[in-house]
Every structure is written in C-alpha cells, then in structure tokens.
C-alpha cells in the first residue's frame, strides 16, 4: 500500500449526506433501515439471501440457501435450477419492458445501435444458436476476444443461456496471454472480431487471435463477428474449416433457443485475473450465487429506476463489464449504455457528450479516468449538460480525495451522491460501498459493508484492529467457487491467514471511529495499474526471458493518474549493468508481446546488483522506498549495504 495514499485518506474529515431529495426516492434511505436490514442479512442469512432469490425467476427452487459444509468451497442455492440470461433478457423481453431499450450502444466513430430487450431476446437467441450448431453445448469453455460492440454482451448472454462456460480475455491482451488462457481453459471456440476502433485506430484483432491459438489444440473453431453489421467491415484471412463468419452462420440457424435450466452451482464462467505468482489464474463464478448477487448490488447501490439510463465505462472484458454492465443491471430491466472507445477519442470531452446525448442518469467509472479529466481540464466538462445525473460511482481503486472532491463538484455539481465501491473478480461483486439514499460519504472511503457481508479489519492473529487486514469473515452467494484447475492455489491465496476462517481479499485497510472501510491498496505483490490488476511475478518471468537478464525485481510506485505504476529493477547477465535504450525497448517489447501494451513499466533500471538479504532474498520494501524517495527503512539485514547508494543514484537520473 502506498504512503501517499495513507497520509492523504489519514487526514480526510468532509462528511456528506445523502441529498435529502435522493434519499425521498431511493430503494433504502434511512440509516436505520440500513442497519436493521445488515444486522438481519448477518443474524439470518438463510431468510435473508432466500427472500432476495426470490426476486428472480427459477425453474426449480433451492433446497437450502448455504452449504458450508466443504469449507471454502461453499454453495448457494443447491438443487435449484435456474439461467442468468433468462433473468437479464427473457423476463423483460414480454410483457410491458420488451420495447424498453436495453443495449444503447456507441462505437467510437460516432456510430449507434439501440436493441430494445425484445431484440436482445433475438439476437441473444440466435447468437446461442450458432454456436451450438458450432458443437458448443453445455459445460464448454468459450474464449471471447471482442471490441466493446453489443455482440460482446450478447455473446456472453449467449453462452450463459445454453450453458457454455464463457471466458471473456480482455481485447488488450497480447496474442501470447489468449494462448495461456485458452489453452489453461482448454476452450473449444474463440470468438473474436474483424476490428474494433480504439484512439482511431482498429484493432487487429483476428490476426492477434490466429497467433494466439496456432498452439491451442483445444480450439475447433474461431467465430469472427463484423464489427458494424451493415458493412463489408475490416478485411481478416479466414482458415478454411476452422473459422466461420458469425454473420453467414447466423442466417442459417434458428431464431429460438430455450434457455437450459442449470444447477445453481454450475460453472457460469471463466475470468483470469493476476496474483502472486506468474500464472494468472481464472476465478470461477457460478450461476446461482452470482445471480442474486450481482442483481441484489445493482439494485441497491445504483438505486436502479425504470427510466435511468445507466453507463458504466468499464469493458466487459474485466470483472466490472460483467457484473455491472452486462449481468447486475440488466437483471435489474435497466437501459445501459455501452461505449466502445477511449474517453479522449476524438477529443477529451466525450464521456461528457456522451451523458449529455443519451440523457445518463448513473455514471460508474474509476478514479483514474477521473485524475486524467482532472488532468485535461474542466473546460470538457462545462461544454456539456450533465443536469440528467443523479448518481456517480467509482470502482477498481482507491479514489484519492481530489479525485473524489473533482468527480463530487465538477461532475456531480455537488447534488449527486458517490458510491466508492470496493470488491474484487473474486468476490463477483460489490462488497464494501456507500448506499446512496443513506450513507453519509467520505471522500476516499468506501464506507460500510452490503447486506450479507461481514468486513472487519484484522491483525495476523485474527483480532480487530483499526489498521491492518482487510478479511470478510463469512461467505456471500457471489464469493469465487476456486481457481480453474488449481483448488490448492485457492486455498492457500484466499485461505492462508487466520486458519482458514476468513477470506483474505490481498488489501489493506483502516477503520473509523464511524466504523467506516478505507481501503488503501494491495498488500501482497499485485500491482494496480490504471485499475488493471498486475502480478510483479508476471513482469519478472517475461523479464528473465531475455538471454541478457539475469534476474529482475519490479515493484509498484503512485503514479499521478494510474494510482500505481510499474517500476523495474534488471540486472543484466555478465559484466554489463548499464543496459541500454535498445535493451530497454526490447524489454518493453517482450511485456507487450507477453502481456500487453497496458502493463509496460514506466521506469527500467539496469543494475548490477539488488539488494538482497543475507539469504539471497530481494528486498523489495527497500526498492520501494527508493522510488518513493522514503528515508530507507533497516538495511542491516543487507549482504551489501552499498548496493543502496548506487540504486538512489540511478533512480533519480
Ligand atoms: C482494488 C475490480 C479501493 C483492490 C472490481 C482490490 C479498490 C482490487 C476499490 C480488485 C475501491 C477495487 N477502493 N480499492 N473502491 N475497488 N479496488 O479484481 O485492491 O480488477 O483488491 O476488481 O482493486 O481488482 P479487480
């Protein structure tokens, strides 16, 4: 966790209540109420999470709410039936909401798409069609490499109605990491695109994904998705017998298919996020649990209305895009809007053209983003009529109060309450976040616990304490079911403090004396970059690849818009230490290539040496400290004490 972080949330006291008008309307708007409803999700929990399933449609009923009884594995809903799409799609699509707007898409160039849920239903139909005249059915992985376009969430929809595992790789990935993730899910079909527009540019995607699965047996079929359905779209070399075009296939099928009822514990889907180790590693979800999760915190926390328009700037392709764009609030009947570029594309006023063109009435972003229009200047702003928002949110990272004050002011114009959202790919969704007709805001904390969720903050041994570990000490119906492939991975990452009694989500946090969460960052080696998670263990590995490498050290530092940012330690094989800008770039080439473009470290120093224990362990709190400028903490554990001084002169060079 960062210094910087700590002392500026330390010295945070602004509270603000929720707008007394907000509050007139919202699903929960007393702090009693709140409290009432909490101390009963935890006293019981059966009658409680049982009464919210109840809000959905299920083929067949639950015989009981939790199974504990294979502690972490835990199941929700056992015995009953259900499917997430006929929950997001198929209720709404008769009846009164069928002509409601569902998806109101907007590419990049400027382009638009509306599917009302009655189209969903169609096209969510069709596209499951497909890919079961593919062979795909139920239990398969799907890989999905696509744009932010609505087929994206359709495809997800799509698996999820006819019970195909879906694996959503987000479409910055390097050819490299689709492999590892096809090949770790051993998906039978990889559905991609022919382009999608990013800073006007497209992206190659096709040709990033023929890399990718040349080595990935596993795959029978690539499906390729134009990416404006009205073109002849972006040209891409199709392999004869393997690829198939989505749009001729999707003539031939078809237009109904039923929804298969799935078990509640059955696997919904695949998504990797980075750890500790070098290996990303797929979190599991499963169908039950993360339904009524996801559906009870989108209801709740976005105070979802029938007539709001609700945007989330996420991709699908992380944790947010499939909880709060796609699954949580269309469960919810809520008309989202999706958009398929960058926030400066073409200048840096489009999110705020874009609230004021489609009337948004929530908004959900993460802080960087807010420090980057922080950065571009408030006249982008105050081009646009943001009059239609009620309600702002924040997600991926801890929001600096200036980010907070900014986002409350500027774009809230102090009437509109923030959700300062804390959860996890892990936890599925939100666990930690403000209600907004009821809880007074802090500008930096993400206040208290949603219904269900027992937070508390712990010191090693498990007693509370107001600064230390942040653990959840009992399961919630979203909590990730395990690792894909690796149950002892999942027990010794999430079930490796405290005996195994609590999950242990890898942050640290502190305490008020309102009892208030501020989650101030990881505690183990995963870096927050711009809200994407990175394990320093996976930059390392891609680093010591390189034949003059001899071994690396990366570290995360604040950085002023990316919350964090990458710092790498190299030390070269041989007498060499001074590397150079061709080493250098190579490097950055072999993380693009390995990785992706996003996780390519700000800073590279050659070194001939790291500061090690005596044992030969690096000492990476001292690599921090010089990159923060920190006065060195004790370094007479050090083999080499000189190796410090050398390292501070470099890093300020
Ligand atoms: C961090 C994103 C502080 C945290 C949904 C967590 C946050 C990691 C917040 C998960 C927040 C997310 N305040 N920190 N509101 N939201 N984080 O899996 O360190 O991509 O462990 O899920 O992001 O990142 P992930």
Redesign the pocket.
């Given at each position: 966790m960062t210094m910087e972080n700590i002392e500026s949330v330390l010295q945070e006291s602004r509270v603000f209540p929720p707008p007394a008008d907000f509050a007139k309307t919202a699903h929960i708007n007393s702090m009693d109420d709140y409290r009432a409803l909490h101390r009963r999700s935890l006293d019981d929990p059966f009658g409680f999470w049982g009464e919210v399933a109840s809000e959905l449609e299920w083929f067949k009923p639950w015989r009981e709410v939790l199974d504990e009884s294979e502690k972490p594995f835990f199941k929700w809903f056992s015995g009953g039936k259900l499917n997430i799409c006929h929950n997001a799609v198929d209720r709404h699509a008769r009846g009164s909401m069928a002509n409601k707007a569902a998806i109101v898409w907007e590419g990049e160039p400027g382009d638009e798409r509306v599917l009302t849920y009655r189209d969903l239903h169609r096209e969510v139909q069709r596209f499951a069609n497909v890919l079961k005249s593919l062979g795909v059915g139920k239990g398969d992985s799907v890989a999905l490499y696509l744009p932010m376009i609505p087929e994206l969430a359709i495809a997800v929809l799509a698996c999820a109605r006819i019970g195909a595992v879906h694996s959503v790789i987000f479409a910055g990935f390097s050819a490299d990491s689709v492999r590892d993730r096809v090949q770790d899910a051993s998906s039978k079909i990889v559905i991609t695109g022919d382009g999608g527009w990013r800073r006007g540019k497209v992206l190659e995607l096709k040709s990033i994904v023929d890399e990718g699965v040349a080595d990935c047996p596993s795959v029978e079929h690539v499906l390729v998705v134009r990416r404006d359905p009205f073109t002849e779209g972006f040209p891409c070399s199709m392999q004869e017998g393997r690829d198939v075009w989505y749009h001729e296939r999707a003539k031939t099928v078809s237009p109904h298919c039923p929804c298969e009822e799935m078990d509640a514990e059955d696997l919904l889907f695949l998504l990797y996020?980075s750890g500790s180790t070098g290996k990303p590693k797929g979190i599991m979800h499963t169908v039950g649990g993360y339904s009524v999760h996801t559906y009870l915190t989108a209801k709740y926390i976005f105070d979802l209305r029938p007539k709001d328009v609700y945007w989330c700037t996420a991709d699908v392709g992380?944790?947010?895009g499939h909880?709060y764009i796609v699954y949580g609030p269309l469960q919810n009947g809520a008309t989202v809007v999706m958009y398929e570029g960058a926030p400066n594309a073409p200048d840096p006023g489009r999110f705020w053209e874009l609230i004021d063109k489609h009337r948004v009435t929530i908004f959900y972003t993460a802080?960087t983003a807010i420090r980057a229009f922080m950065k571009w200047g408030d006249e982008w702003v105050e081009k646009a009529d943001l009059s239609t928002l009620r309600l702002l949110g924040?997600?991926?990272?801890?929001?600096n109060p200036e980010a907070w004050m900014w986002y409350h002011e500027k774009i809230g114009k102090g009437r509109c309450p923030i959700v300062?959202?804390?959860?996890?790919?892990?936890?599925g969704g939100?666990l930690?976040?403000p209600l907004p007709g009821v809880t007074p805001t802090k500008p930096g904390s993400?206040t208290l616990p949603f219904f269900g969720v027992d937070a508390a903050i712990l010191d090693a041994e498990g007693n509370e304490t107001p600064s230390g570990l942040l653990a959840i000490r009992r399961p919630w119906p979203g909590i990730l079911r395990g690792i894909w492939g690796d149950p002892e991975r999942f027990k010794q990452t999430y079930w490796c403090n405290w005996e195994g009694r609590y999950y242990f989500?890898?942050?640290g946090a502190r305490r008020d004396d309102d009892g208030y969460f501020w989650?101030?960052?990881?505690v183990d080696d995963?870096v927050?970059v711009s809200?994407?998670?990175i394990g320093t263990a996976e930059l390392e590995s891609v680093f010591v690849e390189h034949p003059q490498v001899a071994e690396s050290a990366v570290i995360g530092v604040p950085h002023e818009i990316k919350g964090q940012g990458l710092v790498a330690f190299v030390l070269l094989r041989g007498t060499d230490s001074t590397g150079s800008d061709t080493l250098r770039s190579e490097l950055n080439d072999l993380v693009s290539k390995r990785i992706g473009k996003f996780a390519k470290p700000e800073k590279i120093i050659f070194s001939a040496d790291l500061p090690k224990t005596r044992s030969g362990k690096i000492m990476r709190r001292l690599l921090r400290d010089i990159a923060t400028g920190q006065s060195l903490g004790n370094v007479t554990t050090l083999a080499d004490p000189s190796v410090i001084e050398s390292l501070k002169t470099k890093y300020t060079d």
């Open positions: 996020t992380w944790i947010t909880s802080p924040s997600v991926g990272e801890p929001i300062d959202t804390w959860w996890q790919t892990e936890t939100i930690l976040s993400a989500p890898g942050d989650v101030v960052g990881r995963v927050n809200g994407h998670r």
